[in-house]
């Protein structure tokens, strides 16, 4: 199908064509080297998100339909866009809705109307009435705008867009739903002192025990995880529970990472109350390759990845205390185990994130042990009427 209109060429692109994804991910480029000198975008490895948006090798696809557009004028690619019919959306959050995604567009309102309108059609005639992004795909990946400090440097896996993306979603008609915090944590190659003194104090109280995933075991480790997982986060904002399949999947592509990541579990001896998952920031590493691993500065990434040498930084990217432990300082306990670790020995700052501001309890623990809140992320939603 293809839709024309003020020049622009608005076509849909076959996920499982290497092909045509590589021409949907060629608008990010576009848009981060031509209409935003000042970018800091990081281009994620084409072959990791060819990858994810095939049918036949991602198993989120066994319950989300996904269609995809790409935006052209006069031959070169200027936007892009996803729509998600997710049955597990519906299921757990709105019977009625859906989600976009992978929204890259110049700075055109008319281009971005013509975009977020084929998604909403898409949607609609699939018999939704309501659309909320951008999600690529769910909630459990990549979420969110970012909403300010746009001149500093994005964390590994989180979203970093041009500013005036935002103002396309008011001039489209979305508003914003949802405010989304990432975190700032110092570290300087120790623990916190404040989160010290506090993991100290609670250790001599709680008979929980913290101790860091093996490696070996690392598949029955991860449905451990993904059983915490899905009971702590049970109660949040947006909370897409992880099947089996889907996060053997996600942890398949982590063990690579494991070596110079750290992954905490909380133990009581009635079974496990908690898990802690921070990941090396490899963005530093990964910009030279402008998403392709034939780069010459690909052997500096892997080796950063082999030895751990050259990452300063952190993303603690999963932190869940299921409900009954939640009042009892098991996240400080992880975090300060996570940061006594030998892998963390050459990390200068963790961030965190996202985390919902609603999430009182999440923020002051963060607070707590010496953080400060640090970037924001905006979600929009719309209501599709019908035609």
Known sequence: MTITGSGVVLSRCDPARPREVRRFLAAAHHVHEHCFPESRWV?????????????????????????????????????????????????????????????????SPALAAELLGAAADWLRGRGLRHMIGPFNLTTNYTTGFLADTFGSEPTFMMPYNPPYYLDLMEACGLRKAKELWEWSVPLDGGVPPRLARLTARLARTTDVRVREADASRWYAESETIRDLYNRAWQDNWAFMPQRADEFAYVAKDLKPLLSHSVVVLAEAPEGPLGFLLALPDLNPRMRPLHGSLLSRHTPSLVWSMLTGRGIESCRVALLGVVPEGQRAGIAALLLGHAFRSPAAAGWRRATMGWTDPENVDISRTIEAVGGRQSKSFAVFDTVLEPR
């Open 43 to 107: 281009a994620p490895l084409t072959s990791e998100v060819r990858h994810y948006l095939d049918p036949a090798k991602n198993p989120l696809f066994g319950h989300a339909t996904v269609a995809l557009w790409v935006a052209s004028l006069r031959g070169r690619v200027v936007g892009s866009i996803a729509a998600v019919d997710d049955a597990d959306w519906r299921l757990h959050q709105r019977r009625d809705g859906g989600s976009f995604g992978f929204f890259e567009c110049v700075d």
